[in-house]
Protein backbone atom coordinates (compact mmCIF):
# COMPACT_ATOMS: atom_id res chain seq x y z
CA UNK A 1 0.00 0.00 0.00
CA UNK A 2 1.33 3.03 -0.63
CA UNK A 3 0.79 6.34 1.70
CA UNK A 4 2.06 9.73 1.13
CA UNK A 5 6.08 10.11 2.05
CA UNK A 6 6.97 11.46 5.52
CA UNK A 7 9.67 13.88 4.00
CA UNK A 8 11.71 16.06 6.00
CA UNK A 9 11.89 20.09 5.80
CA UNK A 10 13.06 20.52 1.98
CA UNK A 11 15.72 20.79 0.35
CA UNK A 12 15.53 17.17 -0.49
CA UNK A 13 15.18 15.44 -4.22
CA UNK A 14 12.59 13.82 -6.09
CA UNK A 15 13.18 11.08 -9.06
CA UNK A 16 9.94 11.26 -10.48
CA UNK A 17 9.01 8.12 -13.01
CA UNK A 18 6.31 8.10 -15.12
CA UNK A 19 5.76 4.75 -17.72
CA UNK A 20 3.32 3.24 -19.56
CA UNK A 21 3.48 -0.78 -19.12
CA UNK A 22 3.35 -3.44 -21.95
CA UNK A 23 1.10 -6.02 -22.14
CA UNK A 24 0.99 -8.92 -19.25
CA UNK A 25 3.13 -9.28 -16.25
CA UNK A 26 6.28 -11.04 -17.56
CA UNK A 27 7.60 -10.96 -13.73
CA UNK A 28 6.65 -6.96 -12.97
CA UNK A 29 5.11 -7.41 -9.71
CA UNK A 30 7.40 -9.42 -7.87
CA UNK A 31 10.85 -7.48 -9.05
CA UNK A 32 8.61 -4.11 -8.56
CA UNK A 33 7.91 -4.90 -5.25
CA UNK A 34 12.10 -6.24 -4.53
CA UNK A 35 13.25 -2.82 -5.83
CA UNK A 36 10.73 -0.78 -3.31
CA UNK A 37 12.09 -2.75 -0.41
CA UNK A 38 15.99 -3.19 -1.32
CA UNK A 39 15.32 1.11 -2.49
CA UNK A 40 14.25 1.48 1.20
CA UNK A 41 17.35 0.11 2.57
CA UNK A 42 19.70 2.27 0.55
CA UNK A 43 21.43 5.81 2.45
CA UNK A 44 19.45 8.76 1.59
CA UNK A 45 16.22 7.07 1.17
CA UNK A 46 13.17 8.95 2.29
CA UNK A 47 9.94 7.77 0.86
CA UNK A 48 7.95 6.70 -1.92
CA UNK A 49 4.34 7.11 -3.16
CA UNK A 50 2.78 5.43 -6.37
CA UNK A 51 -0.05 4.68 -8.43
CA UNK A 52 -0.81 3.63 -11.47
CA UNK A 53 -4.08 4.02 -14.29
CA UNK A 54 -3.05 4.64 -17.90
CA UNK A 55 0.38 6.05 -17.11
CA UNK A 56 1.93 5.17 -13.75
CA UNK A 57 4.04 7.40 -11.51
CA UNK A 58 6.52 6.48 -8.89
CA UNK A 59 7.89 9.55 -7.64
CA UNK A 60 10.92 8.44 -4.47
CA UNK A 61 12.27 10.78 -2.44
CA UNK A 62 16.13 11.13 -1.45
CA UNK A 63 18.25 13.31 0.50
CA UNK A 64 21.13 14.10 -2.10
CA UNK A 65 22.06 13.60 -5.31
CA UNK A 66 24.45 10.91 -4.33
CA UNK A 67 22.38 8.79 -2.92
CA UNK A 68 20.15 8.73 -5.58
CA UNK A 69 23.25 7.95 -7.90
CA UNK A 70 24.34 5.12 -6.32
CA UNK A 71 20.84 3.53 -6.42
CA UNK A 72 20.70 3.82 -9.94
CA UNK A 73 24.56 2.23 -10.11
CA UNK A 74 23.17 -0.70 -7.45
CA UNK A 75 23.95 -3.91 -9.35
CA UNK A 76 20.33 -5.77 -8.80
CA UNK A 77 18.83 -2.10 -9.72
CA UNK A 78 20.30 -2.54 -12.71
CA UNK A 79 19.44 -5.55 -13.35
CA UNK A 80 15.79 -4.56 -12.97
CA UNK A 81 16.40 -1.43 -15.08
CA UNK A 82 17.64 -3.61 -17.69
CA UNK A 83 14.80 -5.80 -17.59
CA UNK A 84 12.20 -2.58 -17.08
CA UNK A 85 13.93 -0.73 -20.85
CA UNK A 86 13.63 -4.48 -22.53
CA UNK A 87 9.73 -5.95 -20.99
CA UNK A 88 7.90 -3.89 -18.93
CA UNK A 89 7.68 -0.51 -20.21
CA UNK A 90 6.63 0.88 -23.82
CA UNK A 91 8.05 4.73 -22.60
CA UNK A 92 9.09 5.83 -19.76
CA UNK A 93 10.36 9.39 -18.54
CA UNK A 94 12.67 9.54 -15.24
CA UNK A 95 13.19 12.72 -14.00
CA UNK A 96 15.71 14.18 -11.24
CA UNK A 97 13.96 17.46 -9.47
CA UNK A 98 15.09 19.28 -6.66
CA UNK A 99 11.98 19.79 -3.85
CA UNK A 100 12.23 23.48 -2.96
CA UNK A 101 9.17 24.02 -0.62
CA UNK A 102 6.62 21.81 0.32
CA UNK A 103 3.14 21.85 1.89
CA UNK A 104 -0.31 19.96 2.94
CA UNK A 105 -2.55 19.33 5.51
CA UNK B 1 -6.64 10.12 -20.34
CA UNK B 2 -3.22 10.67 -18.69
CA UNK B 3 -0.08 10.07 -21.15
CA UNK B 4 3.40 11.30 -19.94
CA UNK B 5 3.86 14.50 -20.80
CA UNK B 6 6.30 15.93 -23.30
CA UNK B 7 8.52 18.29 -21.45
CA UNK B 8 11.11 20.64 -23.00
CA UNK B 9 14.74 20.15 -21.67
CA UNK B 10 15.71 21.44 -17.96
CA UNK B 11 15.27 23.01 -16.17
CA UNK B 12 11.97 23.16 -15.68
CA UNK B 13 9.45 22.82 -12.10
CA UNK B 14 7.59 19.89 -11.10
CA UNK B 15 4.36 20.38 -8.73
CA UNK B 16 3.68 16.68 -7.15
CA UNK B 17 0.30 16.35 -5.48
CA UNK B 18 -0.05 13.50 -3.17
CA UNK B 19 -3.17 12.96 -1.77
CA UNK B 20 -5.82 10.86 -0.10
CA UNK B 21 -9.43 11.26 -1.05
CA UNK B 22 -12.19 11.31 0.90
CA UNK B 23 -15.81 9.10 0.56
CA UNK B 24 -17.51 9.80 -2.25
CA UNK B 25 -17.53 12.23 -5.20
CA UNK B 26 -18.60 15.51 -3.78
CA UNK B 27 -18.47 17.51 -7.44
CA UNK B 28 -14.51 15.69 -7.49
CA UNK B 29 -14.46 14.44 -11.09
CA UNK B 30 -16.33 17.45 -12.66
CA UNK B 31 -14.40 20.24 -11.19
CA UNK B 32 -11.08 18.08 -10.90
CA UNK B 33 -11.26 17.97 -14.97
CA UNK B 34 -12.14 21.38 -15.32
CA UNK B 35 -8.82 22.49 -13.01
CA UNK B 36 -6.50 20.11 -15.40
CA UNK B 37 -8.48 22.30 -18.75
CA UNK B 38 -7.76 25.48 -16.96
CA UNK B 39 -3.97 24.88 -15.75
CA UNK B 40 -3.19 23.98 -19.35
CA UNK B 41 -4.50 27.43 -20.39
CA UNK B 42 -1.71 29.19 -17.83
CA UNK B 43 1.35 30.50 -19.69
CA UNK B 44 4.45 28.41 -18.37
CA UNK B 45 2.43 25.03 -17.89
CA UNK B 46 4.20 22.54 -19.57
CA UNK B 47 2.08 19.51 -19.00
CA UNK B 48 0.44 17.16 -16.16
CA UNK B 49 0.36 13.68 -15.66
CA UNK B 50 -2.09 11.91 -13.04
CA UNK B 51 -3.03 8.56 -11.63
CA UNK B 52 -4.64 7.57 -8.62
CA UNK B 53 -4.58 3.98 -6.64
CA UNK B 54 -4.50 4.67 -2.69
CA UNK B 55 -2.82 7.25 -3.20
CA UNK B 56 -3.39 9.80 -5.97
CA UNK B 57 -0.54 11.44 -7.57
CA UNK B 58 -0.65 14.79 -9.54
CA UNK B 59 2.35 15.63 -11.05
CA UNK B 60 2.09 19.34 -13.47
CA UNK B 61 5.25 20.60 -15.12
CA UNK B 62 5.70 24.67 -15.09
CA UNK B 63 8.19 26.51 -17.32
CA UNK B 64 9.36 28.80 -13.75
CA UNK B 65 8.15 29.24 -10.58
CA UNK B 66 6.20 32.55 -11.37
CA UNK B 67 4.06 30.56 -13.79
CA UNK B 68 3.32 27.98 -10.73
CA UNK B 69 2.68 31.40 -8.27
CA UNK B 70 0.34 32.72 -10.79
CA UNK B 71 -1.46 29.14 -11.09
CA UNK B 72 -1.56 28.82 -7.37
CA UNK B 73 -3.34 32.53 -7.29
CA UNK B 74 -6.58 31.85 -9.64
CA UNK B 75 -9.18 32.98 -8.13
CA UNK B 76 -11.07 29.75 -9.75
CA UNK B 77 -8.03 27.45 -8.73
CA UNK B 78 -8.11 28.74 -5.00
CA UNK B 79 -11.96 28.41 -4.91
CA UNK B 80 -11.51 24.47 -6.20
CA UNK B 81 -8.03 24.39 -3.62
CA UNK B 82 -11.21 25.63 -1.12
CA UNK B 83 -13.26 22.27 -1.50
CA UNK B 84 -10.38 20.09 -1.66
CA UNK B 85 -9.46 20.74 2.04
CA UNK B 86 -12.54 20.93 2.79
CA UNK B 87 -14.19 18.01 1.40
CA UNK B 88 -12.01 15.56 -1.11
CA UNK B 89 -8.96 15.13 0.48
CA UNK B 90 -8.27 13.87 3.76
CA UNK B 91 -5.16 14.57 3.92
CA UNK B 92 -2.17 15.90 0.73
CA UNK B 93 1.21 17.31 0.07
CA UNK B 94 2.59 19.43 -2.08
CA UNK B 95 5.81 19.60 -3.39
CA UNK B 96 7.51 22.25 -5.97
CA UNK B 97 10.34 21.00 -7.39
CA UNK B 98 13.04 22.01 -10.10
CA UNK B 99 13.90 18.94 -12.18
CA UNK B 100 17.27 19.54 -13.35
CA UNK B 101 17.88 16.21 -15.15
CA UNK B 102 15.66 13.92 -17.11
CA UNK B 103 16.00 10.91 -19.63
CA UNK B 104 13.45 7.97 -20.73
CA UNK B 105 12.43 5.76 -23.86
Known sequence: MSLIAKTPKPPY????FTSHRTEGDNGYE????RMVNLAS???GFLGIE????EVG????????LESIKKWKANLEHQEAQKI???KWYSSFKTRISKVERDYGI
Open 13 to 16: YAVI
Open 30 to 33: ELAE
Open 41 to 43: QQT
Open 57 to 64: ITVSYWAD
Open 84 to 86: GRE
Open 50 to 53: SARE
